[in-house]
């Protein structure tokens, strides 16, 4: 982004939130960029998710299960592929299985492996919102150009390095 065009849109933030001081740093006008951006994306996400009766992460664990298919994944797995850490990720799996999205296999040799896969009707879910979700990541980025969303996508990378 061209020097002139971001100093167009310094202060949109501030707008954002009605607050009248400057941030005290640009890394700290930067962290807060992010953490609205993403509650703003999660917020259209919820909003499509919702009529289908399941919330982000579980939507996201629908979207795991059906990578790792048709072998599953264990909770630990699952945990540490999640977008967001989750403390109880067994709790979210008890939930899914309740509703019919995921069933959960106890290994026969092992039996402290215990595997979550799809069920039809998870996999039918998940295919059933891809072009939804689809159309909200289009709705909220799609008027990026490719060489912007490199740009974002680069510079979100190196955000999530810790510095030093």
Do not use: W
Not at 7 to 26: I, N, T, V, W, Y
Not at 137 to 143: E, F, K, V
Request: hydrophobic residues 40%; glycine residues 8%; charged residues 30%.
């Amino acid at each position: 982004m061209p020097n002139e065009l971001l100093e167009e849109h310094r202060g949109d933030l501030r707008a954002d939130l009605r607050q009248g001081k400057p941030f005290a740093s640009m890394v700290q006008e930067a962290h807060l960029n992010i953490g609205r951006t993403e509650a703003i994306l999660q917020e259209g996400l919820e909003r499509v998710l919702k009529p289908h009766g399941i919330s982000a992460a579980q939507y996201n664990v629908l979207r795991i299960l059906r990578g790792a298919a048709p072998h599953g994944l264990c909770r630990n797995e699952i945990r540490d592929r999640l977008l967001s850490r989750m403390p109880d990720v067994t709790r979210l799996l008890d939930r899914m299985e309740a509703g019919g999205l995921v069933v959960r296999t106890r290994d026969t040799d092992d039996r402290r492996l215990v595997t979550a896969r799809l069920t039809a009707r998870g996999s039918e879910l998940v295919e059933l919102l891809d072009a939804p979700v689809a159309r909200e990541h289009a709705r909220r980025l799609g008027h990026l150009g490719d060489e912007q969303l490199g740009t974002l996508i680069r510079l979100l990378t190196l955000a999530r390095r810790p510095a030093g």
